[in-house]
């Protein structure tokens, strides 16, 4: 602001002798004079001259200059000073004149020392004002450009954190940010050999800040999930990219389910996050999870602790997730929600139809004010016949001949893993990577892939380790069936896996070949292929041998030789 600038001032007054005084006053004070001799005039040269203050005479022909100020305050606009000469200086007067629109009155005879004065101090008012709105202005285009890319960070963190990947009715979840974006995330995937993994992640703080912290954990998230990717693995990873690019200050709260819903069984990694739940029918919880590894981000990798825990469920039951905001919602007293309310909604989740859940939690959070992103997934852990693969579908399907001139090059893969390898790499996901370099068509990936980790795993499990399948028809009997291999592949000191894997032409048929050999003593591999003759036919039903009569199913063979310590299949691609 500057008392020096030059104004445009209007002067209007119908005595000539008045305006030619103030003319000469306003000019030798470096201001430029604009006159008009009655109110209509006044009102005309406003509109054409845009003055910077107006000086009105009352008292005028034509229109007076109450009238005219209250038009010209009409045309609405910047603020102008209007200020008032005239002889009149009753109380009535001067409130006629506020409420014309006037700022101020100067009493005739004029003081010019005092008009100078008044103008001075009117300009002052206008300067600032001037300023409020340029700054006003200067807000609302940082605004309007802040709402834009609110919303297109808003579009992207929706598009890339899109749970629509996997199309899976078990599956519930929802979600109430504190701010307009939430800095919680639940996603979910299917694995090649169909299992689904499930992420509950929650950044650090709230908003745009919190929803930037768990960016990097979705990428990484579904990729290496559809690369088959165990949890363990996944959490290792997540940790080491979120250490790697985030603020020491900042890190992120996880859980990790996977599940293996034809089995019954899930495993679960929770670091940082609230206690996980799971209720059985009757709304009664029977098995928690608390966190016990700290956040992603804060350990290094070598102090990273990536064990899983392992559940089998009995019955039909619901999993619960939840963000820690949940609890710490607080009722109009400040009092919390608390675990014990969290349960007492849980509970009442396991009465109701998945649909009506989102509707529920609102209803129970109607008295209660959120200042954490609220975040809460349901998982209906169930097990029918309904739940058979969809892999087997796509294997049994017609597939159309090819010529020959289309058909891929030959290729072989053979691969030999000691114990060292197999305590520290990730066969499948390594596997599956090579396939999709060598371009298996995409209708075949799943139940190559499925047939290779029966097979795998069975070799590991029976061949290597010695484990006994029986284990799994006891009570906990997956459980400990896991905790069981975890414990003996942890402490392995001998032992070796040969794997040969070949696309092959046989007979004008196109086949994969696999033979896994391991260097094991050999199991009952007779025990599990005659399960086929038993009464329980659905394999969704066995507690053991599944994985066998699987792949035979799929595959248009499987051989054991010997003892079991060697197997080969043939999986036809047309």
């Known amino acids: 602001m500057s008392l020096h600038r030059t104004l445009k001032i209007l002067l209007v007054d119908d005595t000539e002798m008045n305006l030619l005084l103030l003319g000469k006053f306003i ?3 470096g201001h430029t004079a604009i006159v008009a001799h009655n109110g209509l005039e006044a009102f005309e040269k406003f509109q054409s001259e845009s003055p910077d203050l107006v000086l009105m005479d009352v008292m005028m022909p034509v229109m007076n200059g109450f009238e005219a100020a209250a038009k010209i305050r009409a045309l609405g606009g910047p603020w102008v000073p209007i200020l008032f000469l005239t002889a009149k200086t009753g109380d009535e007067d001067h409130l006629r004149g506020i409420q014309a629109g006037g700022d101020d009155f100067i009493a005739k005879p004029i003081n010019l020392l005092l008009l100078d004065a008044r103008i001075k101090a009117v300009m002052r008012i206008a300067d600032m004002q001037r300023q409020i709105l340029d700054n006003t202005r200067q807000l609302e285009q940082y605004r309007d450009a802040n709402e834009r890319e609110i919303s297109l960070a808003k579009y992207l963190i929706d598009r890339i ?19 307009f974006f939430s800095g919680d995330i639940f996603i979910s995937a299917r694995t090649p050999t169909d299992e689904v993994h499930i992420l509950l992640a929650d950044g650090t703080g709230h908003g745009l800040s919190a929803a930037l912290n768990v960016m990097p954990v979705v990428d990484i998230f579904y990729s290496m999930s559809g690369k088959g990717f165990s949890i363990s693995s996944i959490a290792s990873e997540l940790n080491r990219k979120i250490r790697y690019l985030m603020p020491t200050e900042r890190f992120v709260a996880a859980t990790l ?35 016990n590894h700290p956040a992603l981000g804060i350990f290094s990798d070598q102090d990273f602790d990536a064990s899983t825990e392992v559940f089998g469920w009995p019955d039909t039951g619901r999993l619960f997730l939840y963000s820690d905001g949940l609890p710490e919602a607080l009722d109009k007293l400040g009092n919390e929600l608390g675990m014990e309310g969290v349960e007492r909604i ?18 129970e959070l109607a008295g209660y004010s959120a200042h954490d992103d609220i975040t809460l997934a349901c998982i209906d852990c169930v097990h029918d016949a309904s739940d058979s693969l969809p892999v087997q579908v796509l294997a049994n399907a017609p597939v159309a001949a090819a010529s020959e001139a289309s058909l891929p090059c030959r290729w072989k893969i053979e691969i030999r893993l000691s114990w060292v390898e197999l305590k520290t790499i990730d066969i499948i996901p390594m596997l599956l990577s090579w396939m999709d370099q060598l371009h298996l068509e995409k209708a075949h990936r799943g139940p190559v892939f499925l047939i290779f980790t029966e097979l795998f795993n069975n070799a590991v499990d029976h061949g290597i380790l010695g484990l006994d399948s029986r284990l799994k028809h006891e009570p906990d009997g997956f459980e400990r069936y896991i905790d069981e291999r975890r414990q003996r592949l942890n402490s392995l000191q001998q032992g070796i896996i040969e794997i040969d ?15 896994l050999h391991d260097s094991g003593p050999g199991f009952d591999y007779k025990t599990q292929l005659n399960n086929k003759a038993a009464p329980d036919k659905n394999l969704d039903n066995r507690p053991s041998g599944r994985g066998i009569a699987l792949a035979e199913q799929i595959s248009q063979s499987v051989t054991f030789s010997g003892n079991g310590s060697e197997v080969t299949a043939l999986y036809a691609l047309s």
């Open 27 to 29: 000019s030798k004070q």
């Open 161 to 179: 954190t899109h749970t629509g990947r996997l199309n899976q009715q078990r599956i519930h979840s929802f979600n109430l940010p504190a701010q």
């Open 257 to 291: 389910v996977s599940f293996n819903f034809p089995n019954k069984t899930l495993q679960l990694w929770n670091g940082g996050n609230p206690t996980v739940l799971f209720a059985n029918q009757n709304g009664q919880i029977i098995r928690r999870w608390g966190s």
């Open 346 to 363: 849980f509970a009442a989740f396991s009465h109701s139809q998945p649909d009506d859940c989102n509707e529920m939690i609102r209803q």
């Open 501 to 515: 894997i070949e696309r092959l032409r046989q007979n004008e048929q196109e086949l994969i070949f696999l033979r």
